[in-house]
């Protein structure tokens, strides 16, 4: 069977994409970057069932000239976490566009994930999932609607704010919507539904509630991932916190940017539990309990086998989306730091620390300042430090690294170039490089800053005592030249 899939480079897709070729189809993936679509996660004979197109939904002239003989197509693409005002109109527009485009196929059946959306007065963004239903169930081509609440798993973006939150908050003042109940349901059993509904006759034209075996108020889930974690927290519920206080609350404690923190404060309202058990007895599966999905989320991450992270997709709409067209590093109207390091050890052993950077690790000197400097970023609407990274050991192009993004990561050749995302008058790139001369091997470690206006060169000057400070002793924590209880100073 051939299947279309959209999102495939986010982070249901990248999770249904091996499932799909497991049992044997032949997947299209629909992507707005080729770049961004990792061929190295399958095998050369899982590359022959494979076929990447690119296309963005939100332009429809882009869908024009597609491949047409596909059986059943997943999309899986939504808006979330960009800009409050228009994420409602791109998720309508590229519906709208995929529909035209998927009228004309001979398609058999559309599967989406949505939202479950039982009460009458929704927040925008539920309000925007049932609108993309109803568009997706006015196709010619019948469509399966998959409503989820909260979904739990390594990497997801319910997962990591609960764990951000517990992790590093032993009190909690909280808002009063903590108290709302809500049906989490497991990554895993998520894969299962979209698996099992796929050309069942009897799921066409028809919308189904997906939830786990628990329904939780969103206190109760923070107090479960604590007991889980054999950590002691105490939260207190105040009627006090606006919505506004409550988005900058996530937003400063947690990894999650503004705009998705406003949009999960509006919707943690809504009551999201299944009044709708059908699917149980079309795809009988094992439902997991929340403290199983929570313990299957924490073997991955003691695994270092994150398949996908919330953090490392792009949404549609973002300016951020044409990220890897910033390879091509300015080398006119530019302030440079380069910092080249000679070193006789191993050169693989130099580009495993290149490539744990970040996250855990830290960067190799001066940890202390690189926080303040999240903080900062923070403070300004940015997205700081803790966001952290996907896993401990692996980068790959398109990964969020910290407050950089992964361009480049070419291990084999010893080049890592990463992209800044925090915010700055300017655009900011970090590369590392490792090179030989006269039989020598060095780290070449080069910060350019392609600076905005008269305050980007303002900024620059301002940050060169820092500079001058921490990249000479990165670089030299970087090739192992310094002793390992100065690293994080």
Same mark, same amino acid.
């Given at each position: ?77 939504? #808006? ?77 973006? #319910? ?95 947690? #990894? ?21 058990? +059908? ?125 950089? +993004? ?84």
């Amino acid at each position: 069977m051939k299947i279309l899939l959209t999102g495939s480079t986010g982070y249901i897709g990248r999770r249904l994409l091996p499932i799909l070729l497991a049992d044997g189809h032949q997947v299209i993936c629909l992507v707005r970057d080729k770049r961004r679509f990792d061929w190295d996660d399958f095998s050369p004979e899982d590359h022959k069932s494979i076929l990447v197109i690119e296309a963005d939904l939100s332009k429809e002239e882009t869908l024009s000239g597609l491949p047409l003989d596909f059986d059943a197509a997943y999309y899986l693409v939504h #808006s979330m976490s960009s800009s409050h005002q228009n994420f409602t109109h791109i998720e309508s527009e590229s519906a709208q566009n995929f529909v035209k485009f998927i009228d004309k196929s001979h398609a058999k059946q559309i599967i989406y994930l949505s939202g479950i959306v039982n009460d009458a007065e929704l927040s925008d963004h539920l309000l925007s999932r049932k609108n993309v239903e109803d568009i997706l169930l006015a196709s010619s081509i019948p469509a399966t609607v998959l409503r989820a609440a909260i979904i739990i798993g390594s990497g997801s973006s #319910s997962f990591e704010i609960i764990r951000d939150l517990v992790e590093k908050l032993p009190f909690m003042i909280a808002p009063r919507w903590l108290k709302t109940k809500c049906q989490p349901i497991s990554i895993r059993n998520v894969i299962e539904y979209l698996r099992g509904v796929l050309l069942i006759p009897e799921t066409l034209h028809q919308s189904y509630d997906i939830g786990g075996a628990d329904i939780l108020t969103y206190k109760e889930m923070l107090y479960g991932y604590a007991k889980e974690r054999k950590l002691r927290r105490l939260i207190i519920t105040v009627p006090l916190l606006s919505p506004k206080l409550s988005s900058l609350w996530l937003y400063f404690v947690t #990894s999650t940017s503004y705009p998705l923190a406003r949009t999960l404060v509006a919707s943690m309202k809504n009551e999201v539990v299944c009044k709708d058990n +059908r699917i149980n007895k079309i795809v009988p599966i094992k439902i997991l309990h929340y403290r199983e999905a929570l313990q299957l989320a924490f073997n991955k991450i003691t695994q270092k086998n994150i398949i996908s992270s919330w953090k490392d997709a792009i949404a549609i709409g973002t300016m951020n989306k044409d990220f890897l067209n910033k390879v091509n590093v300015p080398e006119h109207g530019v302030y440079l730091d380069k910092r080249i390091v000679k070193f006789e050890g191993n050169q693989d052993t130099v580009i495993d620390n290149m490539w744990r950077i970040g996250g855990e690790q830290g960067w190799y000197f001066g940890n202390i300042l690189w926080r303040i400097r999240g903080v900062m970023d923070k403070m300004v609407g940015g997205v700081g430090l803790r966001r952290g990274r996907r896993n401990e050991t692996e980068l790959k192009p398109g990964d969020a690294l910290d407050f950089w +993004r992964v361009l480049i990561a070419d291990k084999k050749n010893g080049r890592l170039l990463l992209y800044a995302e925090m915010k700055l008058p300017g655009e900011a790139w970090l590369e590392f490089k490792i090179k030989e001369s006269d039989g020598k091997a060095m780290l070449i470690q080069t910060a350019t800053f392609q600076p905005l206006g008269v305050w980007g060169r303002v900024y620059w000057y301002l940050m060169l005592p820092f500079h001058g400070f921490i990249f000479p002793q990165m670089a030299k924590g970087i090739v192992g030249s310094l002793p390992r209880n100065q690293l994080a100073r």
